[in-house]
């Protein structure tokens, strides 16, 4: 039997579930699922980021927000994101939903990221114990910094997360 997350959700524009795929097929295809990403902040309002670890599928070695994934089926994508941020980055914390948004961009190995994205904030104490096998390397960094590096050196940022932060710094503000 094939593993639950091995599988997307699939959704139209407005997230309503049309069924199911599996991951790798919907990316080749660059079909519309569901998918969800977590910003954590420190107190000193920090964002966590990590390097994508170089045996991710695509988009390896770049960097990105605190952690990302698809919900299973049947997973909302709060659950989803919990279950990632726990098996990501070795801990959890309270998320809140700040929005969705639908891009559709193309990525190495032939791969197209089609997703309808929930994006959860969440702010945290915890030093992260990151999976080594999901993440290369982690740090904490602030707006002006993360905001240059992306005008300097946009190609070294995963294409999700350089659409959503500058809209997840608006729900900071």
Same mark, same amino acid.
């Given at each position: 039997m094939a593993n639950k997350l091995d599988r997307v959700v699939l959704v139209d524009p407005n997230d309503t579930e049309l069924g199911t795929d599996d991951k790798m097929a919907a990316h080749r295809e660059g079909r519309l699922h569901r998918a969800? &990403? =977590?910003f954590v902040f420190?107190? @000193?309002g920090s964002l966590l980021l990590q390097q994508r670890?170089?045996?991710k599928y695509h988009s390896a070695g770049l960097w990105s927000n605190t952690c990302c994934t698809h #919900? *299973? #089926? %049947?997973e909302s994508p709060e659950e989803a994101a919990h279950r990632r941020l726990d098996e990501e980055m070795g801990f959890d914390c309270q998320l809140r939903w700040? +929005? %969705? +948004? =639908?891009?559709r961009v193309p990525l190495d190995h032939e791969l197209t990221e089609h997703e309808y994205d929930h994006v959860f904030v969440g702010?945290? !104490? &915890?030093?992260? /114990? #990151?999976? *080594?096998r999901e993440v290369s390397a982690w740090r904490w @960094?602030?707006?002006?910094?993360i905001q240059r590096e992306m005008r300097e050196h946009p190609e070294t940022?995963?294409?999700? +997360?350089?659409? @959503? +932060? #500058? !809209?997840?710094?608006?729900? /900071? @503000?």
């Amino acid at each position: 039997m094939a593993n639950k997350l091995d599988r997307v959700v699939l959704v139209d524009p407005n997230d309503t579930e049309l069924g199911t795929d599996d991951k790798m097929a919907a990316h080749r295809e660059g079909r519309l699922h569901r998918a969800c &990403s =977590v910003f954590v902040f420190d107190t @000193a309002g920090s964002l966590l980021l990590q390097q994508r670890a170089p045996e991710k599928y695509h988009s390896a070695g770049l960097w990105s927000n605190t952690c990302c994934t698809h #919900p *299973a #089926p %049947g997973e909302s994508p709060e659950e989803a994101a919990h279950r990632r941020l726990d098996e990501e980055m070795g801990f959890d914390c309270q998320l809140r939903w700040a +929005f %969705g +948004f =639908v891009y559709r961009v193309p990525l190495d190995h032939e791969l197209t990221e089609h997703e309808y994205d929930h994006v959860f904030v969440g702010h945290a !104490r &915890s030093e992260p /114990q #990151p999976d *080594a096998r999901e993440v290369s390397a982690w740090r904490w @960094a602030d707006a002006t910094t993360i905001q240059r590096e992306m005008r300097e050196h946009p190609e070294t940022y995963t294409e999700w +997360f350089k659409l @959503a +932060f #500058p !809209r997840v710094l608006a729900t /900071q @503000a």
